[in-house]
């Protein structure tokens, strides 16, 4: 049912996503910069910054774009629970160690499959990196918020 209270908790969970998918894609981006090169010439991070580039092996590139995805994800992620704990959702329908372990497993499952799609579509079809991340994040978004408004959190 849309009552207002939904509608305004969604707004707020869509406020508190972006935060966190920007945190991610920050951090993402920085670390396939810097540490695990996964980036290429095409990217639009890369044209707007003029970032310099070493070059790199389509397999290491999809390999490396996975790695900065897990490294990102974890980031992001726990900004993600303590902003929906403060101020989305109700917390303590499970233990916090529960709470926290659930949070992670649901959002680990989404991220996989995001991950294993972005991994798929660099090495198979040679995507933009650009654009196989945003289809990492849309499986996401996609899962997460019905699980954790209904089994995770107090809704």
């Known amino acids: 049912m849309f009552t207002l209270e939904n509608i305004i908790q969604f707004i707020k969970y869509g406020l508190v996503g972006g935060l966190a998918t920007v945190t991610h894609i920050a951090v ?8 695990f090169p996964a980036l290429q ?3 639009h991070l890369v044209k707007l910054l003029r970032l310099e580039l070493r070059p790199i ?4 590139r999809a390999r490396n774009s996975m790695i900065c995805n897990v490294l990102a994800f974890m980031i992001s992620n726990m900004v993600a629970y303590i902003l929906n704990v403060l101020w989305v959702f109700e917390a303590g329908k499970h233990p916090f160690i529960i709470e926290i372990f659930l949070f992670y497993c ?3 499952l989404s991220m ?3 991950t ?3 991994g798929l579509l660099i090495k198979k079809f040679g995507m933009l990196t650009t654009y196989a ?8 978004v996609m899962i997460n918020y019905a699980v954790r408004k209904f089994f995770i959190f107090h809704g």
């Open 28 to 35: 993402f981006h920085l670390a396939a910069w810097k540490f």
């Open 41 to 43: 010439k095409e990217d």
């Open 57 to 60: 092996e389509e397999h290491n």
């Open 106 to 108: 649901v959002s680990g």
């Open 112 to 114: 996989l499959i995001g």
């Open 116 to 118: 294993l799609l972005m």
């Open 133 to 140: 991340f945003a289809a990492n994040i849309v499986s996401a």
